[in-house]
């Protein structure tokens, strides 16, 4: 199973009520998730994430339909 550690970037499209969890995910000390949670994260909350690995190497991004590519 591969892992990310997603950073959150709202827009302006992003509900308000997104906002404090996603802050709250941001706080978190360096987070894995799976890519499938990652981009139904974005999807759902209309953010962005830059997918990171573990040692904080950017390997790719999420838009805000949830489609993703890898660098």
Not at 32 to 61: M, P, Y
Request: net charge negative; charged share 25%.
């Amino acid at each position: 199973m591969t892992v990310y550690y997603p950073t959150y970037v709202e827009t302006n499209e992003t509900p308000e009520d997104w906002h404090d969890w996603l802050v709250g995910v941001q706080s978190a000390d360096h987070r894995a998730s799976e890519l499938e949670t990652i981009t139904d994260v974005c999807a759902t909350a209309k953010c962005r994430a830059e997918l990171r690995d573990e040692s904080g190497t950017l390997v790719g991004h999420v838009d805000t339909s949830g489609d993703w590519r890898l660098a």
